[in-house]
Nanobody, 117 residues
Framework: QVQLVESGGGLVQAGGSLRLSCAAS??????MGWFRQALGKERVLVAA????????NYADSVEGRFTISRDNAKNTLYLQMNSLKPEDTAVYYC????????????WGQGTQVTVSS
């Protein structure tokens, strides 16, 4: 079975940093990404990475502040979040897809990130 387990969320002051991790088990994927959903808002893509070549893309709102990376040996995804802002407050979800054109099919349980003023 496929499992994605996030960790690393918590409470941080504005301007601080957090590093999220997502441990994947059961199989490998074409690509993985991080999504977030703020209270009362739609779930949006934050960052994505190809598992094969490491190519990445970011939402405009986090470009230059967040970095997505992966450790192929550990089958683990990371999101380094720097210069955090209160508007970054959301539940962050790890997700995986099976192909370049496929939708994100597998999801983690989510981890709460709260950024205080």
């Amino acid at each position: 079975q496929v499992q994605l387990v996030e960790s690393g969320g918590g409470l941080v002051q504005a301007g601080g940093s957090l590093r999220l991790s997502c441990a994947a088990s059961g199989r490998t994927f074409y690509g993985m990404g991080w999504f977030r959903q703020a209270l009362g808002k739609e779930r949006v893509l934050v960052a994505a990475i190809s598992w094969s070549d490491g190519s990445t893309n970011y939402a405009d709102s986090v470009e230059g502040r967040f970095t997505i990376s992966r450790d192929n040996a550990k089958n683990t995804l990371y999101l380094q979040m720097n210069s955090l802002k209160p508007e970054d407050t959301a539940v962050y979800y790890c997700a995986a897809r099976e192909g370049f054109l496929s939708q994100y099919k597998y999801w983690g349980q989510g981890t709460q990130v709260t950024v205080s003023s």
